[in-house]
């Protein structure tokens, strides 16, 4: 007896879902990224108006000032959709858990050298700033228009909860988790007149309704000044006693950052590019911005980095400045 097996090949009809094809073509095979990230958002149909703000839709591309013909071009270089943010994500934090394990079980903390100590403790009442990214991004999420935009908002507010729970943790390395200094830490967010311009600075943020001011005021203008300063390292610090401790407690932070910012990027170049008028907007947006975030943060670079801060500032500032620059948002 044989057995004869046929097989058939079965053309599908089309390669990809509709929205998809009608973006990048019928006939195109198209990226998981490209699949769960464009063309998602609401646009018609809506049965009724908020009633906390019934001149605009549920969904309105009016709830900012910058105007773009097509707001799914916003594209993220990292790629990231649920499952490929989820995966980066999780081998990041095994190595951030595994670097915490280490330090806890060898009491390296024990070992620091006092500026060290007084450098980790002055990190925390940065949690709070953090918190106050979180909650910025989480309105860009909320109120801005387009998938491709309003996804990654998600994820870097996801993440700065994540970072303002890092550092809540080094806290409580630094006290034998007794809380005494995030407590501390919280006092002097709330009344060391040298946190009060920051703290300001964030609160002020909290009530913005243009979300895409907020995303350039936070992602762009803050990020970009703070975290060199905060997390950067100074030539040399390292060999002192405790520095690699503290290196491994923020290497998810540090590693984050420069992840962070091709995103910011991207989609900053993306609606500056759009037109001359969204050019102008923004770049105004960058130096109002930027000028307060100057002036909150310069009071805290002796307590951020010591006798090497001033130096590290001045490095900071200077990036940022080429940054901007390359974006084409410098003043002229």
């Not at 990230?37 to 018609?44: I, K, N």
């Not at 990041?92 to 024990?110: C, H, P, R, T």
């Not at 962070?260 to 170049?269: E, F, I, L, S, T």
Request: net charge neutral; with cysteine.
């Amino acid at each position: 007896m044989t057995v004869e097996i046929k097989t058939t090949a079965v053309e599908p009809i089309r390669q990809n879902f509709g929205a998809v094809a009608r973006r990048f073509g019928a006939d195109k095979a198209v990226s998981r990224y490209q699949e769960a990230s464009f063309d998602l958002q609401a646009q018609d149909n809506f049965h009724y108006r908020p009633v906390w703000d019934p001149a605009r839709e549920i969904y309105d591309r009016r709830r900012t000032a910058v105007q773009m013909a097509d707001w799914e071009v916003f594209k993220d270089p990292r790629q990231f959709y649920y499952a490929s943010y989820c995966i980066q994500r999780a081998r990041m934090q095994e190595a951030a858990e595994k670097s915490f394990d280490f330090v806890e079980k060898n009491q390296l903390i024990g070992l620091m050298a006092e500026p060290v100590r007084q450098r980790a403790e002055a990190l925390l009442p940065l949690r709070h700033a953090e918190w106050a990214a979180n909650q910025h991004n989480c309105f860009v999420t909320a109120y801005g228009f387009g998938s491709s935009i309003t996804q990654g908002a998600m994820y870097a507010a996801t993440d700065r909860l994540a970072i303002a729970q890092y550092l809540s943790r080094i806290g409580l390395l630094l006290d034998g988790s007794s809380g005494r200094a995030l407590d501390a830490a919280k006092r002097q967010w709330l009344e060391d007149t040298a946190w009060q311009p920051l703290r300001r600075l964030c609160e002020d943020l909290l009530v913005r309704k243009d979300w895409f001011e907020l995303l350039v005021a936070q992602d762009l203008v803050i990020d970009g000044l703070l975290h060199p300063l905060a997390f950067g390292r100074p030539a040399g610090t390292l060999a002192e006693p405790g520095a690699a401790t503290l290196a491994m407690l923020t290497e998810f932070i540090e590693d984050w950052f420069p992840e962070n910012r091709k995103w910011v990027d991207a989609c900053v170049a993306a609606a500056a590019g759009e037109s001359a008028a969204n050019r102008a907007l923004i770049a105004g947006w960058v130096k109002d911005w930027s000028a307060r975030a100057v002036a909150a943060i310069a009071p805290l670079v002796p307590l951020l980095q010591g006798e090497a801060g001033a130096a590290l500032w001045d490095q900071a500032q200077a990036a940022w400045q080429a940054r901007i620059a390359k974006l084409g948002l410098a003043p002229a």
